[in-house]
């Protein structure tokens, strides 16, 4: 059974300051790499996804990704109030289309 | 952008009626998937279909059927509800290399 890891929380993060979120995952054929948001009641919303080693920025949100350490990232910056959900790491599963997840990490914004 | 629909927001079955959740995406994917989300325990696979009338069973097939007659349909069906499949229901497609955008979700409780 493939696994992806998160450290499920709760991560509280003062506004303004920098939310680092983290995933390991076991499969060293997974080649894609997904972050979803996720607010209560509400279904994931993809919001960033990378396939290369290294760093994506999209606007006030970085994925880094490490293959050799099976790590992958979300850093956001200058959090808000409204940043506050429950963030799900993805990953292929070698190279199929199906995803799995990880059971996410709830964050909370501090105003 | 890609809208995937779900039938039905909430719905109430009572035990061992046979339940159709239905789902329909407008983007000619080939990849469809039924997951369920459970508190603690996370997004679970039920299902998945990578064309029209295939099926692959998923982590948690047991109690449950597909159909995909049509590219853009894909029905999940509980044969027999029991209370154990009370939990939020998930659709998903996705066009090859990209990210699954999620139906809003059918939260559905057996009595």
């Known amino acids: 059974q493939k696994e992806v890891e998160q450290n499920s929380g709760p991560l509280s993060v003062p506004e303004g300051a920098i939310a680092s979120l983290n995933c390991t995952y076991s499969d060293r054929g997974s080649q894609s790499f997904f972050w979803y948001r996720q607010y209560s009641g509400k279904s994931p919303e993809l919001i960033m996804f990378?396939?290369?080693?290294g760093d994506k920025e999209d606007g006030r949100f970085t994925a880094q990704l490490n293959k050799a350490s099976q790590y992958v990232s979300l850093l956001i910056r200058d959090s808000q109030p409204s940043d506050s959900a429950t963030y799900l790491c993805a990953v292929t599963e070698g190279g199929a289309q199906k995803l799995v997840f990880g059971q996410g990490t709830r964050l909370t914004i501090n105003p | 952008d890609v809208k995937v629909t779900q039938s039905s927001r909430y719905l109430v079955k009572r035990t061992g009626e046979k339940v159709f959740l239905e789902c329909v995406q407008d983007m000619d994917h080939e990849n469809m998937f039924w997951y369920r989300q459970d508190p603690g325990l996370g997004l679970r696979l039920i299902y998945f279909?990578?064309?029209?009338?295939?099926?692959e069973k998923g982590d948690i097939p047991e109690g449950y059927s597909v159909s995909r007659e049509k590219k853009e349909r894909f029905s999940l069906i509980l044969e027999s509800a029991s209370t154990n499949q009370t939990s939020m229901y998930l659709c998903a497609s996705r066009p090859g290399g990209y990210g699954y955008t999620f139906g809003s979700g059918t939260r559905l409780t057996v009595v």
């Open positions: 990378i396939y290369s080693n």
């Open positions: 279909s990578y064309d029209v009338k295939m099926k």
